[in-house]
């Protein structure tokens, strides 16, 4: 075997294994060794897999998510050399450790500047072993992180206004990256204000359709002119209709239309509608003639469609025409962890419009807009933003800049300045913190470890090691970090 390519066959790995998904992939023939390593490794409470040759560790490296390689030098068939050299060309995110006799030190060394992680040496050592593993955990975990983070910063600049890290807006914004491809129509479901038009706009410019993006708001067209605004008409189709004109569909034409509001559709126009997108044809009023359109329709609304299907007042077969893919944008008051960075966002837009040289918000005022229940979602806070960095008198936006319904808002509660003796233990200092922090959000955790900046799952794990009782709705944090 030596020679071959085995690393051919592994796939390219580019997304991020889940935490607690990721295993410690430990291969040696000496089976006694093989036993030793697991358990020691599972008695620091990391998820482990043994294997007996470099065969069996390349379809592992196949089928798991293996986060940290532990693996012999010499072995018969795939060594450790090739199964390095598998991991650096398939899965860079893996860190690999090498175990090799003291005697060929020499070789562990050239594994070294071939990539690997770190070696140790046999007999092997307990607390060496953990040490290294412990860290190549560390070390593949930020590799993960940083690979993330450069999709994220990516992504970010085609989606450009989408703002937002709570587990919601992932899930919108990932459903968004798998759909924006393809051409099947997406409906976006929201109350209002919660940016439906920023996410088909995101939509479009992440499709590659080489048309435009056009939009339309159907609540706000004259019922006696939907058929035109969207289809067009012919001169002299109704009075006042001089000339030939192209409708939103035709104006769409090779990109995307699209449909806000569109549940304020009158019944007879829907009928149409569904005409034109099951057909991807369009008629002008006042023409015999159909014509060919290419559109990818964005349907949005804040209203319950199945319940206005049930009431009879939208028809049952478009609703499931528009519902191919549903994307459900969530209200601000929930997920109040993405309030922070939407007001800095929206800060540093208005202060570079308005020529201001505004750059913070103070901790009363970030705290009050934390507080604030926001019913006009992400556009009450970007109007909100837009009023504080106009009135601001200087580089800081205070309460007094805010309007006064949020200014005002009870943000006291439990107090939010901490008076901690000089001397007190740093373990106490950090348990009193979070402690306090928790009552100022209400026992909120997600949004107090967005005050704190530390991973909700760091601030699980500090209270259990506090002694608070964990709850059955709360993450474990097992096996997820060394």
Known sequence: MAGADPHAELPQTTAAPQTDAAVVLIVDDDAANLQSVQ????????????????REALAALRRERVAVLVTDLMMPGVDGLELLRAVQRTTPSTAVVVMTAYGTVETAVESMKAGAYDFVTKPLRRAELVRSVGRALERSRLHWENTALREELALAGQRRDIVGHSAAVRRAI????????ARTTV?????????KEVFARALHRLSGRSGPFVAVNCAAIPESLVESELFGHERGAFTGAVAR??????QADTGTLLLDEVGELPLGMQAKLLRALQESEVQRVGSAQSQRVDVRVVAATNRDLEAEVQAGRFRA????????IAIELPPLRARGED??????HFLRRFASQNGKPVTAITPDAMAALQAWTWPGNVRELENAMERAVVLARSELITLSELPERIARVDVEGPSRVLHIAVGTPLEEVERLLITETLRLTGGDKRRAAGLLGMAVRTLYRRLDEFGETRTDDEPSDEATEP
Do not use: C, N
Not at 39 to 54: C, F, M, N, S, Y
Not at 317 to 324: G, I, Q
Not at 339 to 344: D, K, V, Y
């Open 245 to 250: 004109t192209d409708g939103k569909f035709q």
């Open 174 to 181: 990932d459903l968004l990256g798998q759909v924006a491809p």
């Open 339 to 344: 309030i922070p960075g939407l007001a800095m």
């Open 187 to 195: 409906l976006l479901q929201g109350e209002s204000g919660t940016g």
């Open 39 to 54: 358990k020691i490794l599972q008695r620091e409470g990391w998820p482990t897999l043994a294997v007996a040759d470099g």
């Open 317 to 324: 077969d478009l609703f499931y025409r528009l519902h191919v």
